[in-house]
C-alpha cells in the first residue's frame, strides 16, 4: 500500500515538473481527438457492410456451420438482400460481433435469389403457425 501511495506521488511530482505547455498542449490535443475517435468508432460498428454476390451466397451457404461464425437471411428491400452474420468474440466467448451485409439483387443468380425469396416466405409461414393454436386430438 506505501509502494503505491509513494508512486503516485512521484507521478504527480513528474507531472509538475514538466513545462507547463507540454502538460496543456497534451490535454488540448486529447480534448479535441476524442469526439473524432468516438465518432468513428461509432459509426463504423452500425453500418451494413455491402459484400459481392459471391461472398454473399458463400455465407448464406455456410450459415451456422461454422465455428465461431453464425449467419441469418434478414430479407429483401430495394433491389437488396440483407443478412446477418454473428462472430464470436476472441477474447470474451460470451460477446458476439454483429455485421449486416447486404449486395445488390442484380449480383446473385436468379435460382438462388428465388430460393431466398422462397425461404422468408417459409419464415412468415412459420411465423404465423407458431403462433395459432393448435388443435386438441
Do not use: H
Not at 440483407?82 to 447486404?102: G, Q, Y
Amino acid at each position: 500500500m506505501e509502494r503505491d501511495a509513494d508512486n503516485c506521488r512521484r507521478l504527480r511530482l513528474w507531472q509538475f515538473q514538466r513545462p507547463s505547455s507540454q502538460r496543456s498542449g497534451r490535454n488540448e490535443m486529447t480534448k479535441k481527438l476524442m469526439p473524432i475517435m468516438m465518432l468513428m468508432f461509432l459509426s463504423g460498428c452500425n453500418e451494413p457492410k455491402q459484400v459481392s454476390g459471391t461472398d454473399f451466397k458463400r455465407e448464406y451457404e455456410l450459415r451456422n456451420n461454422q465455428t465461431m461464425v453464425s449467419s441469418e437471411y434478414l430479407g429483401e428491400k430495394d433491389g437488396k438482400v440483407f443478412l446477418r452474420r454473428k462472430t464470436m468474440s476472441l477474447v470474451n466467448k460470451d460477446k458476439w460481433n454483429e455485421e449486416i451485409w447486404f449486395t445488390g439483387t442484380n449480383n446473385l443468380d436468379a435460382a438462388f435469389l428465388a430460393a431466398l425469396r422462397k425461404e422468408i416466405v417459409n419464415q412468415a409461414s412459420e411465423a404465423i403457425g407458431a403462433g395459432a393454436p393448435q388443435p386438441q386430438r
